[in-house]
């Protein structure tokens, strides 16, 4: 071997060796097939509107999606989330028709389509607030990946510790990532635009 040839071929063999011990990383990591596939978020349901009408993920196709998980007995974060989607709906104007806009309950044993419709009557018109079977509820959030745990107060009362992110689905049904609320609604219904 020529002195000249030394430093490609000890390149190429660092190469390589780099090569080979990011796809053991992988591997050890929970295996290469991993690496690019997205996170499976959503998947098959059946709940109840404030209505009464049943709503599946089929009701999600043909328009982006929005979904809130939350409670009516939420003292902070549900109402403040849900007047935030208010507001962007407002800012969608006309095309606020062509946007889902779903609260799914975590708290099913209180949730009722009546209690639901009641609480919803201070919010956006499209906000559809869903519920159901408490089985039903629990594959939901467990399809979404959604934390959600009864906290016991005083004389029987509870409030739910659960997750808090707005899931924003394309048009397909398909998870696309949290979506940011803390802006002006324009700059969100802007963003929200480029979904529909």
């Known amino acids: 071997m020529t ?5 490609l071929v000890i390149a190429t063999a660092f190469a390589a060796s ?10 050890v990591m929970g295996g290469v097939r991993n690496v690019a596939q997205p996170a499976a978020i959503g998947g098959p349901f059946q709940l109840t509107d404030q209505y009464g009408k049943t709503v599946t993920e089929k009701s999600l196709k043909g ?7 939350g409670y009516t007995h939420c003292p902070d974060v549900c109402p403040t989330s849900l007047f935030e989607i208010s507001e962007v709906m407002r800012a969608m104007g006309k095309d606020a028709d ?15 389509p009546a209690v639901m419709k009641d609480y919803l009557s201070s919010f956006d018109p499209h906000l559809v607030g869903l519920s159901g079977d408490p089985a039903e509820v629990a594959k939901v959030l467990t399809a979404y990946r959604v934390y959600a745990k009864k906290i ?4 029987g009362d509870y409030t739910m510790d659960h ?8 048009r397909d049904g398909r998870f696309v990532s949290p979506f940011n ?5 324009e700059e969100v219904a802007t963003e929200l635009k480029r979904y529909l």
């Open 98 to 112: 062509r946007v889902n806009a779903y609260f799914v309950s975590v708290d099913p044993e209180r949730d009722t």
């Open 63 to 69: 328009k982006p999606t929005l979904i809130f998980f």
């Open 181 to 185: 609320l803390k802006r002006s609604p």
């Open 163 to 170: 997750t808090a992110l707005i899931y924003l689905m394309d």
């Open 152 to 155: 016991p107060g005083k004389d």
């Open 18 to 27: 780099l090569v080979v011990g990011l796809l053991l990383m992988f591997w």
């Open 3 to 7: 002195y000249a040839a030394r430093p």
